[in-house]
């Protein structure tokens, strides 16, 4: 059967990504996708290193959004949607790709075949490999902790050629994910409030919600200049983000089930936030939930996802974990207390959701 001709929109969000740019761009720009009729966009952050000029100076081909405020990793992305709906309103998938990539000739193919073998995959994430370290995983699929944590899956440890076939994931990463066009028309992109930091996780969230899983397409390959930032200076996005999507997402019942496990969490995490000199950071993602407009909109999107969701939190939680194994994270407090304890609390509460 002849491949259907289909249009896919790239969106690279830049932030201060001069450096990044060339091989970036460069690298989609000459990648071989024979059939698929291919747009990039760019969406410069309010950079102040000159990305946007060597963009408009070097790469006529890619379209420029100029965005005047630096509104982060999903307002950035959300301007870019919305563009791309209105420029490109045939393109049939949407893929986000991060400024610090490079992609193989070839990328898009294999995503794009199999979301159309398979309408009820909303999401596809190519395998996403370390760069310079090109033999090992920086994500074959994201993790979601029960308790809203995310990571990323299998960082660091080498391909040994396990993933030969797309397989169900818990989370397409937003480093590189393609998603339906269709799917974005009727739940929107990313929650713009979240700025940075689990506003993919919210997206695979809310159309897991719907039916929609996200899968692992192996035969794509981009590798990730990556580089975790561990000195929290984000704190409050993770945390904030991370009750977000509880408060949003999970029923009423499911979150009375976990109300414990949440009580320990957020014991450790004020001691952490205490050990760390953030104790001001973590009490100040408590409030944000307090205010009167905050609170607002928590509950108008709460509304929204209950009424639209198509799956029970059975099924919605099935791939979820209760450990966090990911090698910038370890400890022996980690390893030896809160894995054990919170995976044998999820094993446990996973049997109890009936509804």
């Known amino acids: 059967m002849p491949q259907r ?33 291919t747009r990039v966009v760019v969406v410069d952050n309010a950079s102040g290193d000159g990305s946007a ?23 950035g992305n959300n301007l870019g949607w919305e563009y791309i709906r209105r420029k490109y309103p045939r393109a049939t998938y949407l893929v986000l790709l991060n400024q610090d990539t490079i ?32 033999e090992l995983f920086n994500s074959s699929g994201n993790r979601s902790h029960f308790l809203g944590f995310g990571f990323v899956g299998e960082c660091g440890q080498p391909d040994r050629g396990q993933y030969t076939r797309p397989r169900p994931i818990a ?27 689990l506003e993919d996780a919210e997206l695979n ?5 719907i039916g929609c899983e996200p899968f692992l397409v192996p035969g794509g390959v981009v590798y990730h200049k990556y580089n975790f930032q561990k000195d929290f200076r984000y704190y409050f996005y993770l945390e904030r983000n991370r009750w977000w999507l509880l408060l949003v997402y999970y029923k009423l019942a499911t979150l009375l089930l976990l109300a414990p496990a949440l009580a320990v969490m957020e014991v450790g995490q004020l001691l952490f936030a205490l050990s760390r000199g953030l104790l001001g950071v973590k009490l100040r993602s408590w409030l944000f939930f307090l205010a009167p407009a905050n609170l607002a909109l928590l509950r108008r999107r709460r509304r929204q996802a209950q009424a639209r969701r198509t799956v029970s939190d059975r099924q919605f939680t099935r791939p979820f974990c209760g450990s966090i194994d990911f090698p910038e994270l370890s400890g022996p407090l980690l390893k030896y207390v809160a894995n054990p304890f919170f995976s044998a609390y999820w094993a446990l509460a996973r049997r109890l959701i009936f509804w």
């Open 5 to 37: 001709k289909v249009e896919v929109a790239v969106l690279i969000v830049c932030y201060n990504g001069r450096g990044f740019l060339p091989d970036c761009l460069g690298s989609v720009l000459a990648s071989d996708d024979g059939g698929i009729k």
């Open 53 to 75: 000029e060597y963009v408009a100076e070097n790469f006529p081909r890619v379209d420029l959004v100029r965005s005047q405020v630096n509104r982060g990793f999903a307002g």
């Open 103 to 134: 992609v193989e000739r070839g990328w898009l193919r294999p995503m794009v075949d199999f979301l159309e073998a398979h309408p009820a995959a909303g999401l596809a994430q190519p395998k996403l490999m370390m760069h310079p370290r090109t």
């Open 171 to 197: 989370s397409a990463s937003g480093a590189a994910m393609m998603v339906r066009t269709d799917l974005l028309r009727r739940v929107g992109l990313f929650e713009e409030l979240m700025f940075l930091y």
């Open 205 to 209: 969230w809310k159309l897991r919600q």
